[in-house]
């Protein structure tokens, strides 16, 4: 049952296994993003993500109530740009790119209290979104040089899925959370070199279950965040997996390669 519908009012909320800050983070949910609550305990919200149907906890003063109307109505903006914000009395509030400028009028939000902030930043229409490689490209340079957080999905802090589905957002285009999922939506690529901007690359540890995924930017290389190197990387890829510019070393082994845009 549904017991109300929040829009994250904060850059980065995090989304935990209980309700507790001492749980482990397995998600964020970003500025204007929407969730369904699902039931509540105390200053703790069990939601559902919209964008990817992730659940877990998240703090209640994080986010904002709406109604049900307004939750349903479209999403029509995001923002770019590592440099976009929130400014208000108190001062700026970065965004991360990506976030939903979710029922944004001229510079204020129809939903949020502080109808002081503003935003200031480049705003993008959801319907001018594109998959060019050109494209593809800068949305994921936008992360290049974020710190690795496990259950991260901005720049404060990413993991590899996280980095992923966050291209992809900027596409618009839906996939799910974590890399298990996400290696079984989309064709298979049956060779490395016939791989294209774009597609992603999965890799598997020791006991054969996928624990990694990046974005190929052609076929020789990988952008990716990754706990190794410590955050958003480029590294060179090969029929063995990835080779890491860093560390002069191979961190990853090749799994499976899979197409979410059409050729």
């Excluded at 298990?180 to 540890?205: K, M």
Aim: proline share 4%; net charge positive; hydrophobic share 40%.
């Amino acid at each position: 049952m549904i017991f109300s519908y929040v829009v994250c009012a904060v850059p980065a909320a995090p989304l935990r296994t209980e309700a507790s800050h001492h749980a482990p983070i397995i998600s964020q949910l970003l500025f204007g993003e929407r969730a369904e609550v699902m039931r509540r305990e105390g200053n703790w919200m069990y939601i559902v993500c919209d964008w990817d149907h992730y659940e877990g906890w998240v703090p209640a003063g994080q986010m904002q109530l709406i109604e049900l109307k307004a939750y349903r109505k479209p999403n029509k903006f995001v923002n770019t740009s590592t440099g976009d914000k929130l400014t208000g009395p108190s001062g700026n509030i970065l965004l991360s790119p990506g976030s939903d400028l979710f029922a944004l009028k001229r510079r204020s939000f129809e939903w949020l209290d502080q109808s002081a902030l503003k935003f200031r930043g480049k705003k993008k229409a959801v319907a001018q979104l594109t998959s060019d490689p050109a494209a593809i490209r800068a949305a994921a340079m936008e992360y290049y040089g974020a710190p690795y957080q496990w259950g991260g999905r901005s720049i404060m802090g990413i993991d590899c899925s996280g980095l992923t589905q966050m291209v992809y957002k900027m596409m618009n285009i839906r996939i799910p959370r974590n890399s298990r999922q996400q290696s079984e939506v989309g064709e298979s690529v049956g060779f490395l070199q016939e791989a294209q901007c774009g597609d992603l690359a999965f890799f598997d540890n020791a006991e054969g279950f996928i624990d990694h995924v990046g974005l190929l930017l052609d076929s020789n290389t990988i952008i990716h965040a990754t706990e190794i190197a410590g955050g958003v990387v480029v590294d060179a890829i090969d029929n063995g997996g990835i080779i890491s510019v860093k560390h002069k070393k191979r961190t990853h082994q090749l799994r499976i390669i899979k197409r979410i845009l059409p050729a």
